[in-house]
Structures are given as C-alpha cells and as structure tokens.
C-alpha cells in the first residue's frame, strides 16, 4: 500500500548541511518555513467546505476525530488536547487518535503505522457513527493506518477529510474533502516533521478554530468559555469582563467568582446578550 513519495521524498535544496554556520542553518530553514503559509493560501477553498461539513455535523450531536500516526498523529492529539481548554467543550468533542496509542505520543512505536485496520478499530472503541467526521492526517498520504480507517469511514457513511503533503495521495482517494499542502523537499531531506509538520499544524489550527467559532464557542474575539486553570488565564477573564461591562476589577473579580465563566458573568449582567 505504501509507496515511494515524490514530494515529501523529494532531495533538499541545500547541500552540505553539515558544513553549514548555525546563522546559515537557521537562515535557510526560516527561508524554507516562509513558504508554508503561501501553500496553505491555496487550499483555503478545500479546508473551507471541510469546515463547514464538520459544522453541520456537530450540530447534530456529532464530534470531529483526528487519525495518524507519528508527527502528523502527534499534532493531530496536540489540536485536539487544546480545545477544551481553549473553548470550554468537552473532551469528546475533538479527539485525537496515534497509531500505537497514546505511548506514541512520546517515544515511536514500531510498525504501528503499518497495521491498515488498526484505526478503525481505534475508532471503533469510541462508538463512531455518521454523525461524526474523521479527518485522517499523513505528510505522505499513504500512511497504512490512516488510509484504513478512511476506508471503512466511508464505507459506514461517515464524513471524511484528509490531510497530507503529496499531490494525489492515496488518503486523498479515501476522503470526502482531501487538502493537499505541496510544501515542496525538506530541509532534511525526508524529514517531514518540518515544513509538512508545520503546515499541518497550520491547517488544524484553522479547522478547529473556525469551527470553535461558528458553533458559538466565542464572543467577539474572546475565548468566553476558556478554562480557568491558571493565575494568567483567572486574570484574562477578569480583564475580558471589565472591558465587556465597563466595571472595575474588584467587582469583575467577584462576579468572576461567583459565576466560574466569562460567559456565565455575561449572561448574568445582560440577559439580551448572544453569547
């Protein structure tokens, strides 16, 4: 099912990296880095009707699930592991699944990418229906284990979507609404926890955000719904109801205490307020 991958594989640009300074060094990776976020310009298109997919599902009840395995699997749990905080949701909402479990999040597990019904399996643990979406990632786009479990999402009528770093990728053939970032040969060469990594992570942050947005998670542009977990996030809160209400701290303070949220605090002062 793999294959030898064009674009991820592709040799560097540069040569003799071991003979470089670390000024040269640090000088042609941010060069590299710079054209990520022009890639990730021209997919808005596709990653805009993956969003708005995802919208009309978790309005029906459903969650949004992230398949992959190594890097890409890592950024994947990472987005996911930042939006109950962020957005105040629950933990379900948007989960994040590795190849190999959750031990891979911090040392490689062998073969575990290899294994092409794995995923589904993983998927399958969490009851996953037709109302969810399964956003398979892979900087190759034909990585075995996310290619799997697109393929049986779609063979139980579920919304899929992909995100890969190879034009026609074997994920892209599994998926509903593929996003192809064509960011070119690494640095090093092969190594796709750089410019693929990067535009990955790019992409997630808009899809989980914007669809954070649209199902009300924020008001204006303020995290409304954030947790309260820190000094520095009790005080951000504080300072967002001060500027809302034009109160000073000390009141702010104690409404923040009594009501635990911002957007319980505005609910509370104004009752025709839309949070």
Avoid at 70 to 76: A, D, F, K, Q, W
Avoid at 160 to 173: D, F, P, R
Avoid at 252 to 270: G, P, Y
Wanted: glycine share 8%; charged share 25%.
């Amino acid at each position: 099912m793999s294959q030898i991958n064009p674009d991820t594989e592709r040799e560097s640009l540069y040569v003799n990296l071991d003979k470089m300074t670390t000024n040269e060094l640090l000088s042609n990776i941010n060069k590299e880095d710079k054209k990520v976020a022009d890639i990730v310009e021209g997919q808005i298109p596709n990653i805009e009707k993956l969003v708005d997919a995802i919208v009309i599902k978790m309005k029906l009840g459903g969650r949004l699930f992230y398949i992959g395995a190594g890097t890409s699997g890592r950024i994947g749990v990472l987005d996911a592991s930042e939006c109950p905080p962020t957005f105040g949701v629950p933990d379900n909402w948007i989960i994040g699944i590795i190849a190999g479990g959750e031990s891979a999040i911090r040392k490689a597990i062998e073969n575990a990418e290899d294994d092409v019904d794995q995923a589904w399996r993983d998927l399958s643990a969490y009851e996953i229906s037709n109302l969810d979406v399964v956003i398979g990632i892979a900087a190759s786009g034909n990585t075995p284990y996310v290619i799997g479990g697109l393929k049986k999402a779609r063979e139980n009528n579920i919304v899929t979507g992909s995100i890969s770093c190879n034009s026609e990728s074997l994920i892209s053939k599994e998926a509903d609404y593929p996003i192809e970032l064509i960011v070119g040969p690494e640095f090093l060469t092969g190594s796709t926890r750089m410019k693929a990594g990067t535009s990955q992570k790019l992409v997630l942050n808009m899809i989980s955000t914007s669809v954070m947005i649209k199902l009300g998670r924020i008001y204006g542009n303020k995290m409304i719904d954030m947790q309260l977990s820190n000094k520095k996030l009790v005080q951000r809160a504080v300072e967002m109801i001060i500027e809302e209400l034009q109160i000073d701290q000390e009141l702010a303070s104690d409404l923040l205490k009594k009501h635990k949220s911002v957007r319980a605090v505005l609910l509370a002062q104004n009752k025709n307020l839309e949070v």
